[in-house]
């Protein structure tokens, strides 16, 4: 059976189900949020476990609470029992796998541009002109961004040659539409009917999110040292804890720095995999515990400020622009930084708040 169809299958499922008492609706979306939010639960995971339950309840004739108790302790059993550390050592500090964050980046590319050309069909009409300037602008725009998605995907999977070489592409792209667009002759070339743009970026967005993840993972995942390499997999443990993982510099090196020391005190034949075990799922014992958290909502701070940043220019821009009158654009622009900046201070408290596991050591 393909993956797709489990997919359907689940889908089916989870429509069908009908819970009697409303408590019980409840306690199973909290199950559901939980095993995805607190525990990066695969895809399908929640929708089996509740089909399980949604039985068992009708079976007993008493409420879920009172058979499986409190929703979020049972959604941290069903995570221990049923999310395999093969599993979780393939996805990274937002609990995404390669093959599910690419395709979200892109196809919220496509997303973001529906929403542009909706809110231009309001504002401007049903009809955009398009010139040489414009196409090369957005064509540099889109390449700047997949390059951009891409290297974050590619350092988030620990390949950090092939993060770098994506993120020197970008300032390229930017430099060679830049040249591109002064040279290229402007004046109108045709009109478009929005509705065809919106189209093609919502074609965009569905076809991105409908990729397979399975290829994408295999993209991104990086071949078996030739040889037993122990080199390589120290090298390959260091990636996957500073880019998987979200460590600093200064914990990889110690952690990296140990396993070598460790495995010069083996007798010689044996090789880090024999010690170690694979090297995916020893950097995650490595990383989890109390501070992963921490570590998750420090990286989630540095992209917000990156798009904050980018926001707050165009915010400037726009406010140049428009002489400080209040138009639409202003005050959309107004908003965004705004938010951003709340979620940017929330995150940072979050990562610096000690986590309730380490307090408690504390104590």
Excluded at 144 to 153: D, I, P, W, Y
Excluded at 159 to 188: L, M, T
Aim: charged fraction near 20%; proline fraction near 4%.
């Amino acid at each position: 059976m393909t993956t797709s169809q489990n997919e359907s299958q689940n889908k089916t499922r989870k429509n069908r189900l009908r819970w009697d008492r409303e408590e019980d609706a409840d306690w199973a979306a909290t199950v559901e949020v939980r095993l995805v939010l607190d525990h990066d639960a695969p895809a399908g995971l929640a929708d089996d476990v509740l089909t399980e339950v949604h039985e068992l309840v009708r079976e007993e004739g008493r409420t879920a609470q009172e058979l499986f108790g409190a929703p979020a302790a049972y959604a941290r059993s069903v995570a221990d029992e049923r999310v395999s550390e093969e599993y979780r050592a393939r996805t990274d500090t937002h609990g995404l796998t390669p093959g599910e964050r690419l395709p979200a980046a892109l196809g919220t590319l496509g997303v973001v541009g529906v929403v542009l050309c909706a809110i231009s069909w309001v504002s401007d009409g049903l009809w955009v002109e398009v010139s040489w300037p414009a196409v090369v602008a957005v064509t540099t725009i889109v390449l700047a961004v997949v390059l951009t998605a891409v290297a974050v995907v590619a350092r988030s999977a620990g390949r950090f040659k092939g993060a770098y070489a994506f993120a020197a592409g970008v300032p390229g792209v930017i430099a060679a539409g830049g040249g591109v667009g002064v040279a290229v002759p402007e004046g109108h070339l045709f009109s478009v009917p929005v509705p065809v743009l919106l189209a093609g970026c919502a074609a965009w967005a569905v076809g991105t999110f409908a990729f397979p993840e399975r290829v994408v993972d295999r993209w991104f995942a990086a071949h078996p040292p030739a040889g037993r390499d122990d080199a390589a997999w120290l090298a390959r443990l260091g990636g996957l804890l500073r880019g998987r993982h979200g460590m600093t510099m200064a914990e990889t090196r110690g952690h990296v720095r140990e396993a070598r020391q460790h495995l010069a005190a083996v007798p010689s034949g044996e090789h880090a995999e024999d010690v170690f075990g694979d090297v995916e799922i020893y950097a995650l014992r490595l990383a989890d515990g109390p501070r992963r958290k921490q570590r998750a909502a420090r990286r989630k701070m540095y992209g917000t400020l990156l798009l904050l940043g980018l926001v707050t220019m165009l915010f400037v821009d726009q406010v140049v622009d428009s002489g400080a009158s209040l138009d639409f654009w202003l005050a959309l622009y107004t908003g965004v930084v705004g938010s951003l900046g709340w979620t940017a201070v929330s995150e940072w408290r979050a990562s610096r708040r000690p986590d309730a596991a380490e307090s408690s050591g504390a104590e």
